[in-house]
């Protein structure tokens, strides 16, 4: 069997998100911007730089077929591996090895020292390999789920960002909505900022389900003017909450845990 490695193909996008898909459980698909229907439409969008995208898609194919892919990320200091997939029929034929060993040559040439990934915590057979092929782990992400409520704050009024502002008055400030309101037309997530007197959260928006927030641990609070303020923007959607702390919710009994993911890491020689 003969397995080329190569950019993957533009025709080949659509085809690699199936096969992205195939692998993760619905609800937890559901919770990621893979669902999003503008997805291949970002990726092709992405790669339209080639080589010198942050974005590479690198496919393994049979002669035209596609079997599987890697999606890697090109950060200044590391190389972020977003996917990795092989279509069932080859799983035991070490594709998989051959796309990470093709992502550490990538990495090398760049003269990047360092690999990072995500694996959810009840993929224990992905957890294991990755293991085996020298990863440690790093650290765990909870994702939790609740309904958005109004707390017993009062919102106050939105005001563009730019002018001159007053926050003694302001309870918040919503900055780079216009532009969230485009990316989101076009691909089906985005994201803006929110600033308040007390910090700058950013939240994700996932589809027509979700608002995501990446938390950092013990920051939470519920009675946060966040929640109101993605209440008034659109009650009916879900808040999608990333944390490091495991036991956020003996502070908000609202939030359920829908799954669990460990960052790995690798050092390269």
């Known amino acids: 069997m003969s397995v080329q490695f190569r950019p993957l193909h533009e025709d080949?996008?659509?085809?690699?998100?199936?096969?992205?898909?195939?692998?993760?459980?619905?609800h937890v698909y559901n919770q990621t911007i893979f669902a999003c229907a503008g997805y291949p439409a970002y990726l092709q969008a992405a790669c339209k730089c080639g080589g010198h995208s942050a974005t590479l898609l690198i496919g393994a194919?049979?002669?035209?077929?596609?079997?599987?892919?890697?999606?890697?990320?090109?950060?200044?200091?590391?190389?972020?591996?977003?996917?990795?997939?092989?279509?069932?029929t080859y799983r035991k034929d070490g594709i998989g090895g051959m796309l990470m060993a093709y992502g550490e040559?990538?990495?090398?040439?760049?003269?990047?020292?360092?690999?990072?990934?995500?694996?959810?915590s009840w993929n224990e057979q992905a957890h294991a390999?990755?293991?085996?092929?020298?990863?440690?782990?790093?650290?765990?992400?909870?994702?939790?789920?609740?309904?958005?409520?109004?707390?017993s704050a009062t919102s106050a009024d939105v005001i563009a960002a730019g002018a001159d502002i007053d926050y003694e008055e302001v309870a918040y400030i919503i900055d780079d909505y216009p532009m969230a309101e485009a990316h989101h037309l076009k691909y089906g997530f985005s994201s803006f900022r929110i600033r308040t007197k007390q910090k700058t959260s950013v939240v994700g928006r996932l589809g027509e389900q979700?608002?995501?927030?990446?938390?950092?641990?013990?920051?939470?609070?519920v009675g946060y003017p966040l929640t109101d303020v993605l209440?008034?923007?659109?009650?009916?959607?879900?808040?999608?909450?990333?944390?490091?702390?495991?036991?956020?919710?003996?502070?908000?009994?609202?939030?359920?845990?829908?799954?669990e993911s460990i960052r790995m890491i690798k050092v390269l020689d």
């Open 12 to 26: 080949d996008i659509h085809h690699a998100c199936r096969l992205l898909k195939s692998n993760l459980p619905e």
């Open 61 to 88: 194919y049979i002669g035209e077929v596609l079997i599987g892919f890697a999606e890697w990320r090109r950060m200044e200091q590391m190389l972020v591996l977003n996917n990795l997939n092989v279509d069932a």
């Open 105 to 120: 040559k990538l990495a090398k040439r760049d003269d990047i020292k360092k690999l990072v990934l995500d694996v959810f």
């Open 129 to 151: 390999w990755y293991l085996r092929l020298g990863f440690a782990e790093e650290g765990r992400t909870y994702w939790y789920v609740r309904d958005l409520d109004r707390s």
């Open 210 to 221: 979700y608002f995501r927030i990446q938390l950092q641990s013990g920051e939470w609070d």
């Open 231 to 259: 209440f008034d923007l659109d009650r009916g959607r879900k808040l999608l909450l990333l944390s490091s702390d495991a036991f956020l919710r003996e502070r908000d009994p609202a939030l359920s845990l829908s799954t």
